[in-house]
T-cell receptor, first 112, second 114 residues
């Protein structure tokens, strides 16, 4: 069966510090991968998605970047965090064009 | 511009009664709709979905209704149980853009009181 791992679960970072969140998927190959963010009082906003190694699509201009160095690994990064980057970050995957997304357990990021 | 709207941020119902969660969308090109359930500090989990060619889909206690002319869908939970207390997100796929992404509403917090 397929599983998705996302870490860390919580993270407190000072403004201006770098960020690296990692997500891996097991039990499948060539998944579509996604990063979503849930900010306080808001819905789930799609940040990035990837349909293959090295293929990243950005949905909104922001202070973040994403990379997919391996088929089942998706990384969310920032060189300098802003206060507005605080939120609950969710990695997700889908098998090809299947409609359903399967989410990881999320990372609660607090930028202070 | 919010294409998927859940206008009720919260809903409270008694155990055993029906819970009805509503969702409206603006993009007529959406062709697939999903409901996700989310507990605090956890990722959302898939609950039920419906294709735009149908108007109803049922799975146990959960039924989703789609009214394409009104661009409206609803999730019915009967009977409601305390374990159903969670945030429910409506999501839509398609919309003329990428087929790879889902557009989510802001969610509705359902509280089922014993």
């Amino acid at each position: 069966s397929q599983t998705i791992h996302q870490w860390p679960a919580t993270l407190v970072q000072p403004v201006g510090s770098p960020l690296s969140l990692e997500c891996t998927v097991e039990g499948t190959s060539n998944p579509n991968l996604y990063w979503y963010r849930q900010a306080a009082g808001r819905g789930l906003q799609l940040l990035f998605y990837s349909i293959g190694i090295g293929q990243i699509s950005s949905e909104v201009p922001q202070n973040l970047s994403a990379s997919r160095p391996q088929d089942r690994q998706f990384i969310l990064s920032s060189k300098k965090l802003l206060l507005s980057d605080s939120g609950f970050y969710l990695c997700a995957w889908s098998p090809g064009l299947d409609e359903k997304l399967f989410f990881g357990s999320g990372t609660q990021l607090s930028v202070l | 511009d919010q294409q998927v709207k859940q206008n009720s941020p919260s809903l409270s119902v008694q155990e055993g009664r029906i819970s009805i969660l509503n969702c409206d969308y603006t993009n007529s090109m959406f062709d697939y709709f999903l409901w996700y359930k989310k507990y605090p500090a956890e990722g959302p989990t898939f609950l039920i979905s419906i294709s735009s060619i149908k108007d109803k889909n049922e799975d146990g206690r959960f039924t989703v209704f789609l009214n394409k002319s009104a661009k409206h869908l609803s999730l019915h939970i009967v009977p409601s149980q305390p374990g159903d207390s969670a945030v429910y997100f409506c999501a839509a796929k398609g919309g003329g853009g990428s087929n790879y992404k889902l557009t989510f509403g802001k969610g509705t917090l359902l509280t089922v009181n014993p």
